[in-house]
């Protein structure tokens, strides 16, 4: 036990969080899994998009160590993370019509890709749409949210519904409305979000999902090395040039 009680009930509210989706979104996780294993094997490419702090998920996947060389970040200018001042303008900007897909028709993304979306609330007009006209472009589209939002809120975005209405499979992240994990007498707020660690973490066993995929079928995963162990740098240098026609953030 650490010396902080409040530091301790995070923990076990992140640990129960994960415990919680890795046993009701086994399948799910598993068909998620399997998208990427077909579009991979297919010769198609991976896409992730996130705004604001579910961008951090999506960045998450790209060009890391042990993960799919072939995971592009599908970046919309002013919502990566907090990336532009004020910060207050990428939270404005997930509601403006129009903007996802502008991107979206810019971007080398194509029929037969997957684009994964992760948003939180799934209810603003960037990730729905996003989603929706993915689909209608041919994509297979993955949503990583918290279905909670869609009982508890209204949805803001013109097309109607939440995120989860629009793709073809959905990872739902247990987070609460609100995303704060703890309250405490003498703090006014709740506080102490999750949705990170287990949004990412749902992130991470799909991806697992799509490499045991491969290897069933006969196929190595297109996995990057760490650059810091020894034959790391060669071997991403052998991958990445082997699907250099599908990676587009080295460009």
């Not at 994509?139 to 909670?148: E, F, N, P, Y």
């Not at 013109?158 to 499979?169: A, E």
């Not at 991470?204 to 790391?232: C, F, H, I, K, Y």
Request: overall charge negative; some cysteine.
């Amino acid at each position: 036990m650490s010396e902080s009680k409040l530091a301790d009930q995070f923990f076990d509210a992140a640990i129960g969080l994960l415990q919680r989706v890795r046993d009701t979104e086994a399948a799910n996780i598993a068909a998620a899994g399997r998208a990427i294993a077909d579009t991979v094997a297919a010769g198609g490419r991976l896409f992730a998009f996130g705004a604001g702090h579910s961008s951090l998920a999506a960045q998450d996947v790209v060009y890391r160590a042990g993960g799919f060389a072939l995971m592009n970040l599908l970046a919309v200018p002013g919502v990566v993370g907090v990336d532009v001042m004020p910060a207050t303008l990428g939270s404005a900007l997930e509601r403006v019509e129009g903007l996802a897909t502008t991107v979206l028709d810019a971007s080398p993304a194509t029929a037969g890709d997957v684009l994964v979306v992760i948003s939180l609330s799934g209810r603003n007009v960037l990730p729905v749409e996003m989603a929706s006209h993915a689909r209608a472009l041919g994509l297979t589209v993955i949503g990583v949210t918290s279905v909670a939002y869609a009982s508890s809120t209204e949805a803001r975005n013109p097309l109607g519904g939440f995120l989860k209405d629009h793709c073809d499979i959905v990872l739902d992240n247990g987070i609460a409305v609100g995303d704060a994990e703890l309250t405490a007498d003498g703090i006014e707020a709740p506080f102490a979000p999750a949705s990170t660690v287990v949004t990412s973490a749902l992130m991470q066993a799909m991806m697992a999902a799509a490499a045991g995929e491969l290897v069933e079928r006969g196929t190595e995963p297109p996995l990057l090395r760490s650059g810091n162990v020894d034959g790391g740098p060669e071997w991403n240098v052998r991958v990445m040039t082997e699907y250099r026609d599908r990676i587009f953030y080295r460009h």
